[in-house]
């Protein structure tokens, strides 16, 4: 495990962080909105790289020690994300990398595979979909939560452990949570922009073409109890994408809480290996 270090990216500072042998094959994580490189927790990191994998996590900007900008005014699209992450492999010195992108990235994810191709090996959608119309809305269990005074540092807190609870759907260590909650506001540069601006910014697609045009290897890895997508959006990307293949892991909610990580681990490795 490297020391975090901060690159020079597209004009912007991006700290990252890498895990196990850099000969070995590289995998990019990309967490979903607002959340800093520590959501792949490095014990999580850690497994991957002991299944001869080189991994990288980042803080993308307005998350972490990225860099961030006023509340609610990203001058930025996701396609300037998905360069982000390209220019991140350029700085490491990486050809080629198998991309994991999880919840909204997984936006990040498609414009990297399509309008990227030569730079990813294989790419893996955690938790996310398409975005068709026709697919099923989110469950209306969820509890309606209200956006804390950012001033108050307790409030903000409990607000993402309540929000953590309700994506796990079961599989729920609030100790844990808090551990991550707190760690991620302590590094976090501007956690009201990091919790605002991934959600104000320009919402692009890729130039060439949509999840039909994607010709790595894919993988879907989808929680059979996500409240917000249920399965069906991640079978709505094994059917759009030729030859993806999906996974679902029983009792998971939207992300993969820690007692299914060996099980996700396993699927990552066999997904990587032969590219």
């Not at 895990?19 to 497994?47: N, Q, R, Y």
């Not at 976090?188 to 990091?194: D, G, I, Q, R």
């Not at 109890?225 to 009792?251: C, M, N, T, W």
Request: proline share 7%.
């Amino acid at each position: 495990m490297t020391t975090e270090k901060l690159f020079e990216v597209n004009g912007v500072k991006l700290c990252a962080e890498t895990f196990g042998d850099p000969s070995d094959p590289a995998v990019l994580l990309i967490h979903g909105g607002s959340a800093s490189m520590l959501w792949w927790e490095s014990a999580f990191c850690a497994k991957l790289a002991a299944r001869g994998r080189y991994v990288i996590r980042y803080d993308q900007r307005d998350t972490g020690r990225s860099t961030t900008y006023p509340v609610g005014e990203p001058p930025y699209a996701m396609s300037d994300l998905a360069a982000d992450a390209v220019g991140l492999l350029d700085a490491l010195g990486i050809e080629k990398a198998h991309v994991v992108a999880q919840s909204m990235s997984g936006g990040t994810g498609l414009i990297i595979g399509v309008d990227h191709a030569p730079r990813v090996a294989s790419l893996t959608f955690v938790s996310t979909s398409t975005g068709a119309d026709d697919l099923p809305p989110p469950s209306g269990d969820l509890p309606q939560l209200s956006t804390p005074d950012f001033g108050d540092p307790a409030a903000v807190e409990e607000y993402v452990v309540r929000s953590m609870e309700a994506e796990a759907a079961g599989l729920f260590d609030e100790d844990a949570a808090r551990a991550l909650v707190r760690a991620d506001m302590a590094r976090t540069k501007n956690y009201e922009a990091a919790m605002t601006n991934h959600y104000a910014m320009t919402f692009d697609s890729p130039y060439g073409g949509g999840f039909g045009e994607l010709t790595m290897p894919v993988l879907v890895v989808h929680g059979d109890q996500d409240p917000y997508f249920s399965v069906a959006h991640g079978e709505a990307i094994r059917d759009a994408v030729p030859g993806a293949k999906l996974v679902v892991l029983a009792g998971a909610g939207h992300g993969i809480p820690e007692p299914l990580w060996d099980e996700f681990v396993a699927a990552l490795a066999d997904h990587t290996a032969s590219n």
